[in-house]
Structures are given as structure tokens and as C-alpha cells.
């Protein structure tokens, strides 16, 4: 079975969020994007310490799609450098697993152009 990533992103607001979560989906890039309550950020930028009102994404994708999930949220995100981080999922329920493989594109859809039944 391929491996399933959950990679996750910040956003500025709930509605940029749920943009790049319909999208993802519609893609079929993820199989499924959850968009989280807003949160308090505290990063380093620019040589001082920033603080942000966020809305965290959870994408849950095949290790496959990750170079396209990447290229998606950088092409549709608001920020100069997003957060794109990926973490591998080593164990779930099987039959969870095997849906996500499903509802995302395949190696062959993607190399065929299109979408069709993963595998």
C-alpha cells in the first residue's frame, strides 16, 4: 500500500483556508482537508518575534501527490513562505488508509492526465 502523508499549512483567515481545502479536493489531491479552528501563532520573521491569528489545514494525501499538494498550496497561498510540512502516517485504520489511496489521484491518472480509478 502506498503511504498516506498528512501534511498541514496555516492560512490567514477561515475563508483563504477553506479555498485551498476545496481545491485540494476538487483536485483530488487530497481526499480529504479539515479546516481547523483559528489559532495563535508565534514565529521568528525577519529577525523579531511576529504573532498571527491562523487557520490551521490538516491535508490527508498519498505520498505520491506530495510534489503536487506543494506546488498547489504555493501557487494558492497569501504568504510569502508558507508552512508546508508533511508527516508521514505510520499506522491507522486500514480501511481509512485504503480510502484516502482511493479518492486520491493515482501514478497512472496523473501520468495519463486525468483521473481514474487509483491503484
Do not use: F
Not at 21 to 33: D, F, H, I, Q, W
Not at 67 to 76: K, S
Not at 103 to 112: K, L, W
Amino acid at each position: 500500500m502506498e503511504p498516506v502523508l498528512l501534511v498541514i499549512t496555516n492560512l490567514p483567515d477561515r475563508e483563504s483556508a477553506r479555498k485551498l481545502a476545496e481545491g485540494l479536493v476538487s483536485e483530488r489531491l487530497a481526499a480529504c482537508a479539515n479546516v481547523l479552528a483559528e489559532c495563535a501563532s508565534l514565529y521568528w520573521w525577519t529577525g523579531a518575534v511576529e504573532s498571527a491569528v491562523e487557520t490551521p489545514v490538516l491535508i490527508k494525501t498519498r505520498a505520491g501527490l506530495y510534489a503536487e499538494v506543494q506546488a498547489y498550496i504555493l501557487a494558492h497561498h497569501p504568504y510569502e513562505v508558507p508552512e508546508v510540512i508533511a508527516v508521514p502516517v505510520t499506522a491507522g485504520h486500514p480501511a481509512y488508509l485504503e480510502w484516502v489511496l482511493q479518492e486520491t489521484r493515482s501514478e497512472a491518472a496523473r501520468a495519463a492526465g486525468g483521473l481514474c480509478d487509483p491503484g
